[in-house]
């Protein structure tokens, strides 16, 4: 049995309707604080259980008898680590033979905000009494072409992250090679670092003006500059950090990587940002 966490968001759903297409359905475990969201999966066969990170007892229940885990990571920052930690715990306990986590680009390297509670999540997993694989995902391209507001009605990107390139993937693409490695032994036991095709923002800029139809350049400030901004458009101070301390690990190169091992993962070229953007409904 093989037990996707995090069922109902953006990644877990897109895992679970190419994993159920890879394997037989009725394998397939889909967990989630809400699993009645999820009653179109149990008509094909896979099985619904409830998991909620804040709650152990649901963990443990919701691993009985499951021998492999994609644990997706938590989205309350500030929390992951001991959501993350019940997972690990509940796994070695059922005596779960393999769990795949996803992580975050260089996660022993990057600057990124996040990664202090990812790399927190590796060092639990290393110490953990069964097969692990670290799936290091780069930032989404969705991150982008899903907020394309603010540039559209400001005429213009803005931020502080220079020329550095972001080596973003779509999620569909990291969902399978996140499956690739449950479906795949030889792929276990190791760290993927998973990037697509990189861009700067400048070049962001350049491909969504051509779609748009007008010019919307990238203007790039300082670091200082950038949070004025931020704070002025309303942003709460929280929010205005992890902004600028992100574009300020973009700079300095953090999320760019090959996408040599996604490619291979995922027995194909990954997603382009051109091809994601002209996916778009565009008005010109």
Not at 204 to 232: F, H, K, N, W
């Amino acid at each position: 049995m093989i037990l996707v966490t995090a069922s109902t968001g953006h990644l877990g759903r897109l895992v679970l309707d190419e994993l159920r297409t890879k394997v037989d359905p009725s394998t397939v475990v889909a967990a989630a604080r809400r699993p009645e969201a999820l009653s179109d999966l149990a008509a094909d066969g896979v099985e619904l259980r409830e998991l909620d990170y804040d709650r152990p007892d649901t963990v443990r229940a919701a691993l009985t008898d499951v021998t492999q885990v994609l644990l997706i990571s938590g989205s309350e920052v500030g929390r992951r680590v001991p959501q993350h930690q019940a997972v690990i715990d509940a796994a070695a306990a059922a005596g779960v033979e393999h769990l795949a986590y996803t992580s975050v680009l260089h996660a022993d390297t990057s600057s990124l905000p996040v990664v202090p509670e990812h790399l927190a999540t590796e060092q639990l997993l290393s110490a953990a009494p069964l097969t692990t694989t670290i799936l290091r995902h780069s930032w989404y391209v969705e991150n982008y072409t899903e907020r394309l507001d603010s540039a559209l009605a400001n005429g213009a990107f803005v931020g502080a992250a220079g020329d550095g390139r972001i080596a973003a993937a779509t999620r569909a693409d990291l969902a399978s090679a996140d499956i690739a490695v449950l479906v795949d032994p030889s792929l276990r036991g190791a760290t993927h670092e998973l990037a697509g095709p990189a861009f700067t923002m400048s070049e962001l800029a350049a491909a969504v003006s051509a779609l748009a139809g007008r010019e919307l350049p990238y203007q790039d400030v300082s670091s200082e500059q950038y949070g004025a901004i931020l704070t002025g458009a309303g942003l709460p101070e929280p929010m205005v950090n992890f902004l600028v301390a992100t574009d300020l690990a973009i700079a300095n190169g953090d999320l760019d990587a090959s996408s040599e091992t996604l490619e291979r993962l995922i027995g194909r070229r990954p997603t382009t940002l051109t091809t994601a953007l002209e996916a778009l409904t565009w008005d010109t």
